[in-house]
């Protein structure tokens, strides 16, 4: 479908296009591409367009400051199209803001030091960030997502430099400590903020509480909810330093003990603890990460006491140590434990079960990479496991595709913290909560229960070839809730494989029935040796060393750069209320550097509706978007959708289709569209490529 090409405008004409799967566009019935003079139509089509995305999650600041646009400010941060804004700094405009304002930021590379100036904000001095935020209900939105760089490096730096010599690593720490090391963009504890259409890199670990690209902080280590209503959409988070675990990046998109919201198209890569991480939420999480892509991490995702209804879905784990991990700690992300039922003893719209935390439609593979940064307990995440759930209880793992995880595909397994939680934990009498003391000092266990693994695709998983490598298992040490597991399938023919051998005969059934405990020695011991860590405190780990073939290890740490197609928000003036950067308000870039441009006396409207239509075998689902934004996502046996380009100005608008077969792999179409183009003749029956 590449090429520059004009569709043919006929009375319900058809369109057919050529390649490896079939795409009809039906064009709808179209009187005419009158030209109009008509501003306010073109304002009710461009926001019709922005509407139909459904890209932020719901409740997001994003749909607030639509509501708020006639009031809210907008300050201008950098240059756009030419055109200076009123601040240098982002940190600047921010201690200017007031609720519901918005900041735009125009390209460069932001060495923000709000860290290095004698008031570094209200959160705990051990926690210092480039960038704080606590006013609650700002938007702050860069103008090109990889264009607007929040740079961790010092003044001066090459943007997001690797060299030693480049780094800041923060303020002074106490005494004869480190530096404290440093975070990016800090949200602490200011309910309503979005972050959208921008980078960090380099904010490095530390003596602190720090190395944290991006984090919504509602009070780190309280056992509080702090923080209501997060939003981010189209964000990125990285690092390219390495030297050791002390100064690495940690995480890369954070949220701790807040409950609402969510991310939408973000990417993150190369942290020694995880890319993305919710947290410290105890049963009211209540968050959504959809169209997540994370790449060559310790983890690709770790959550710890999140529970209750938390959503991962449409995105990609790959090329990480672990593809994703979540469960309970013993620790200051507390209380544990973590509990995936719905509070209140509710039932989820989405499992139809008693389980509200679910992770579905993603697509998790060859996730077998020892050479990535890694420090403390993540570091023990175990080298080719696609999803791995410790301790947890009553979650979904459903219709995902796991592909060429090395050690299994999705394992569910006792965990044995052996953490000493700080003292506040003890005191409020959390310690160990939910978990099982022993008689050796700072060892608690949490058994996995209620869990379910169903309606999943597997292929060549388990590949290393130990004794219990497989694309599912789980260890259990007590007698409770039973995991489930059904409707999973192999791809390409064949059963999947379990450990213990037999798992969807012998646990089909989703209804909480008390079971005896599953050790599972021959999985616990392939654990000791993957992880290199739990040996004396899973129960029936003896111990002794791996036996071949064993495990990859490293060879050193790899930083690779970041990739050079992150598609950036088409319109970073939706919602925005007018400025000079964005024409009266209506969702459309005054000037250079937007998707549009303004509309002026005799703009021209389009009439023209679409319907998309795909036609091949096996394909799981489809998206559509146009000028690259989400517009559709089709599931079924009929994938059709309609696209509207009425109403909106003259100009070029793409067409793009994105096909995911059963076996997880993409297909990608596009089509150029010009809008308020001369009307063509009936008679006309192919359209011409230029």
């Keep these: 479908m590449g090429g520059y090409l004009r569709p043919v405008v006929r009375r319900q004409g058809t369109l057919r296009t050529d390649g490896k799967f079939g795409v009809r566009v039906r064009l709808g019935r179209v009187a005419s591409l009158a030209c109009a003079v008509a501003v306010v139509g073109v304002a009710v089509g461009a926001v019709a367009l922005g509407q139909a995305t459904g890209a932020r999650p719901a409740g997001s600041g994003h749909q607030r400051g639509r509501a708020a646009a006639s009031t809210a400010r907008v300050l201008l941060v950098g240059t756009f199209a030419g055109i200076p804004g009123q601040y240098s700094s982002i940190q600047a405009a921010v201690d200017a803001a007031k609720p519901g304002d918005w900041i735009l930021v125009g ?13 570094r904000g209200p959160q705990p001095a051990r926690t210092p960030a480039g960038v704080v935020i606590t006013t609650p209900g700002i938007h702050l939105r860069g103008m090109d997502r990889n264009a607007v760089v929040v740079d961790g490096t010092k003044p001066g730096s090459p943007q997001c430099n690797r060299n030693e010599a480049q780094q800041d690593f923060g303020p002074p720490g106490t005494g004869s400590d480190p530096p404290l090391g440093r975070n990016g963009i800090l949200v602490w504890k200011a309910d309503n903020v979005s972050i959208d259409n921008l980078t960090a890199c380099n ?49 890369g998109i954070f949220s701790s003990n807040a409950s609402g919201g969510g991310w939408d198209v973000a990417y993150a890569s190369n942290m020694s603890d995880s890319n993305f991480y919710v947290g410290a939420c105890q049963q009211v999480c209540n968050q959504t990460i959809n169209h997540v892509h994370s790449q060559y991490s310790t983890q690709g995702y770790s959550g710890t006491n999140a529970g209750g209804s938390v959503v991962i879905e449409n995105s990609e784990f790959d090329h990480n140590k ?43 593979h060859d996730n077998n990479n020892p050479n990535v940064p890694g420090v403390g307990i993540a570091a023990a995440a175990p080298t080719g496991t696609g999803v791995l759930l410790y301790g947890g209880r009553d979650d979904t793992i459903m219709n995902n595709t796991f592909a060429n995880n090395g050690a299994w595909g999705a394992i569910v397994f006792t965990y044995p913290d052996t953490e000493t939680p700080p003292a506040d934990v003890i005191a409020a009498g959390y310690d160990c909560r939910g978990g099982i003391g022993s008689g050796k000092a700072g060892l608690c266990t949490f058994d996995d229960w209620g869990n379910s693994i169903a309606g999943n695709k597997f292929q060549h998983n388990g590949y290393f070839g130990n004794a219990s490598n497989s694309d599912f298992g789980e260890i259990t040490s007590t007698a409770g809730p039973t995991n489930c597991f059904h409707d999973n399938v192999e791809l390409g023919g064949g059963q999947p494989t379990s450990s213990p051998p037999g798992l969807q005969a012998l646990k089909p059934a989703c209804n909480r029935q008390t079971v005896p405990p599953d050790p599972n020695p021959a999985m616990t011991n392939d654990l000791v040796c993957d992880s290199q860590a739990f040996a004396g405190a899973l129960p029936g780990a003896s111990g002794t060393p791996c036996t071949p073939p064993g495990y990859p290890q490293s060879t050193g740490v790899q930083m690779p750069p970041l990739p050079s197609n992150l598609a950036t928000m088409p319109d970073p003036c939706a919602g925005v209320p007018a400025n000079p950067w964005c024409a009266s308000g209506l969702g459309l870039p005054s000037g250079g550097g937007g998707a549009t441009s303004g509309p002026g006396a005799g703009s021209c409207l389009s009439h023209r509706p679409l319907v998309v239509h795909i036609r091949r075998r096996g394909l799981r689902r489809a998206e559509v978007f146009v000028n690259g934004r989400r517009v559709r996502v089709l599931r079924g046996r009929r994938l059709r959708a309609r ?48």
Aim: proline share 5%; glycine share 12%.
């Design 203 to 251: 904010f490095l670990n530390g003596s602190g509480s720090a190395g944290n690209e991006i984090w919504w902080n509602g009070g780190d280590g309280t056992g509080q909810i702090g923080l209501h209503n997060l939003s981010g959409t189209y964000i990125t988070a990285t690092s390219t330093f390495f030297k050791d675990g002390p100064t690495a990046a940690s995480y």
């Design 322 to 364: 672990a593809g994703f991990t979540a469960g309970v700690l013993n620790n200051d992300d507390w209380p544990a434990p973590q509990e995936g039922a719905c509070p209140n003893n509710g039932t989820s719209p989405i499992t139809h079960t008693y389980s509200c935390w679910v992770f579905m439609n993603n697509y998790v």
């Design 643 to 690: 696209v509207d380009l009425r109403g909106l100005p003259a100009g070029t608008f793409s067409v793009r289709i994105v096909a995911i077969r059963r076996n997880g792999r993409r297909l990608t179409r596009s089509r150029t569209y010009h809008t308020c183009a001369t009307r063509i003749r009936r008679t006309h029956r192919a359209a011409r490529g230029r």
């Design 107 to 119: 390209p460069g590379d932001y060495h923000e030091q709000a860290d290095h100036r004698a008031n």
